[in-house]
């Protein structure tokens, strides 16, 4: 697996920092089903650059639980990111998750939202 770093250590704590607050929204978001509500959190946090990092980890805490979440997450994740002007985001984050469990076997959750 190949793991790219942030060539400044600001950055890469920044980036530790969002991942966080997606992993604390996902986990909200699982357990209330606020749809209005995470994708209101996700677009507080700001950071348009770092939006393919938020698809990855909200696909990847949702493959780690059910079909419902794995749906919730897809749901979520195409209507809040699929009007952000941010190129490609879903592509990038899925890109991106494919290469880190590559070693895997595919997860049948997201087929019924096209993924």
């Known amino acids: ?3 790219y770093r942030a060539s400044n ?3 890469q704590d920044s980036i530790v920092a969002f991942k966080s607050h997606v992993a604390t929204i996902a ?12 994708a ?4 507080e946090l700001g950071t348009p650059l770092y939006t ?3 698809v990855k980890k ?5 493959m780690d639980r059910k079909t419902r979440e794995c749906e919730m997450a897809a749901r979520l994740l195409s209507g809040t990111f ?3 002007r941010s190129p490609h985001p ?4 899925r890109e991106s998750e494919r290469q880190g469990r590559r070693h895997e076997q595919p997860h049948a959750m997201l087929g019924s939202a096209g993924y």
């Open 40 to 43: 209101a959190s996700l677009a």
């Open 58 to 62: 909200m696909i990847t805490m949702a």
């Open 27 to 38: 986990t909200e978001y699982f357990n209330s089903a606020d749809v209005t509500e995470a």
């Open 52 to 54: 393919h990092y938020a």
């Open 90 to 93: 879903e592509r990038r984050g």
């Open 1 to 3: 697996m190949v793991e």
């Open 82 to 84: 699929s009007t952000q």
């Open 9 to 11: 250590p600001d950055m």
